[in-house]
């Protein structure tokens, strides 16, 4: 078991541009969701995929978008950044759509 | 739509002595909730679900449909539980093709020797 890895784990990113974040699920994890995490909040869901096809959205305006890969890997993609996106990102994986979720370590953003 | 609160942002209490953690819902539908926590430096992991009925480290939490709670307790606390306690509401989504996470806040609890 390998767990769920995020990268990179820190990143200084200027208002108005486009950032990628990285996830790596555990093998056979077929469902990811993304969360933003806000300081001194409690995570927020972003979206989930479900072998490679987005099935639930949050309250995210479309400047946030995904990817899932075959390999268990995905992308959360944020455009036009804005200074309230600052916050750390999580990634979430599960065997499937009923399981509990398996976190990362996350990814803070800093949009100055 | 559904709400999880945790009323207190921070909780301090003495090594041995007893702890609750407070977590009041509104959700319509057939709940399923979760404590998650997430000590210093670390990744924010499951403690305990309700379905499953266990105590994890000593934890319990027990659902109550009529007051829409599912405190976390413990009877004597330990240095080692200090840390960030999350309760989290798990729905489906749209045409039950998945779920999502909804969090509470968060309670610090910090345990002092």
């Known amino acids: 078991e390998t767990g769920v890895t995020q990268s990179p784990t820190h990143l200084i990113k200027t208002r108005g541009q486009q950032v990628t974040l990285r996830c790596s699920s555990q093998?056979?994890?077929?469902?990811v969701s993304w969360y933003q995490q806000a300081l001194g909040q409690g995570p927020q869901f972003i979206f989930q995929y479900y072998r490679e096809e987005e099935n639930g959205r949050g309250n995210f305006p479309p400047r946030f978008s995904g990817l899932q890969f075959p390999n268990y890997s995905s992308e959360l993609n944020v455009n036009a950044l804005e200074l309230d996106d600052s916050a750390l990102y999580l990634c979430?994986?599960?065997?499937?759509?009923?399981?509990?979720?398996?976190f990362g370590s996350g990814t803070r953003l800093t949009v100055v | 739509a559904q709400r999880v609160t945790q009323p207190e942002k921070l909780l301090s209490v003495f090594k041995g002595a007893p702890v609750e953690l407070k977590c009041n819902y509104s959700?319509?539908?057939?709940?399923?909730l979760f404590w998650y926590v997430q000590y210093s430096r670390q990744r924010l992991q499951l403690l305990l679900r309700h379905i499953s009925r266990e105590s994890i480290k000593g934890f319990t939490a027990d659902l109550n449909k009529g007051e829409t709670s599912f405190h976390l307790k413990k009877p004597f606390a330990q240095e080692e539980d200090s840390a960030m306690y999350y309760c989290a509401l798990c729905i489906l989504l749209n045409n039950n093709a998945g779920n999502m996470l909804t969090f509470g806040g968060g309670t610090r609890l910090m345990v002092k020797p």
């Open positions: 093998s056979g994890h077929n469902t």
């Open positions: 959700y319509s539908g057939s709940p399923e």
């Open positions: 979430a994986s599960s065997p499937d759509r009923g399981s509990g979720y398996t």
